[in-house]
């Protein structure tokens, strides 16, 4: 047996790159054609937020538009932890199984985040205006992905069908909203799983070689390089 020194992360990996990939594609086929129509609908909530937010901040649309917005990434990280966590990812991965409690433990805080008093659209320009590239990211460009990798377009990771550009959309999110008061341990748990989620991700794409895992903590990084939350907020 060999010295336990000489042993590499990738020895450890219970599965190979190829099989991992193909988990996306079996994924986009069988729920095909809800892909586009799901980043159709991102699409659609950035337009109605942009638009409520073209005339006096915090409005009543405003915050229909918020809670709207935490409903609807309750459902993906709930969707995402059921169809492809447990039924695709879990029969290679034993770990897979405690990664589908957390994504159902974060649908669980969302919506009461969404039911909460208080949610609103946060202050700072520069907050607001990165949640809207990492949203676009997390919608259009996180697809682009495959191919730029090698991979073909079938094993795309589509929003609220895969974890990673669901966790980077609900960083977009939480940097566009405040929860204040007794909501904003709400805010920082959310945060934290989504966070914590790319880290993950990030680990094991850097364990199957991919430099994939670069580019999920880079759109990481750069959400939480915007966050300055203050005393009390």
Do not use: K
Not at 85 to 91: N, T, V
Not at 135 to 140: F, H, K, N, R, T
């Amino acid at each position: 047996m060999s010295e336990w020194w000489t042993y590499r992360p990738a020895d450890f990996l219970m599965f190979a790159p190829r099989t991992y990939w193909r988990l996306f594609e079996l994924h986009n086929s069988a729920w095909w054609p809800v892909p586009p129509l799901l980043v159709l609908a991102g699409l659609a909530w950035l337009v109605w937020m942009w638009w409520s937010l073209r005339a006096v901040p915090q409005r009543r649309q405003d915050a229909l538009a918020l809670r709207a917005g935490a409903v609807g990434l309750a459902a993906a990280w709930a969707f995402v932890a059921w169809s492809f966590l447990l039924q695709r990812y879990a029969p290679i991965n034993w770990a897979a199984s405690a990664f589908a409690g957390v994504f159902f433990a974060q649908a669980l805080g969302l919506v009461a985040l969404a039911a909460g008093a208080g949610l609103r659209v946060a202050p700072p320009l520069t907050r607001r205006g990165m949640a809207l590239l990492l949203g676009l990211w997390a919608l259009l460009g996180y697809p682009l992905l495959a191919p730029a990798f090698g991979r073909p377009w079938t094993q795309a990771e589509f929003f609220a069908l895969a974890p990673d550009p669901t966790a980077i959309a609900t960083l977009a999110f939480l940097l566009a909203v405040d929860a204040p008061g007794p909501a904003r341990w709400l805010w920082r748990a959310s945060w934290t799983l989504a966070l914590a989620w790319c880290a993950v991700s990030a680990a094991t794409l850097w364990t199957m070689g991919s430099a994939q895992g670069w580019v999920l903590l880079a759109a990481a990084l750069a959400s939480a390089a915007v966050v300055r939350p203050g005393p009390g907020r």
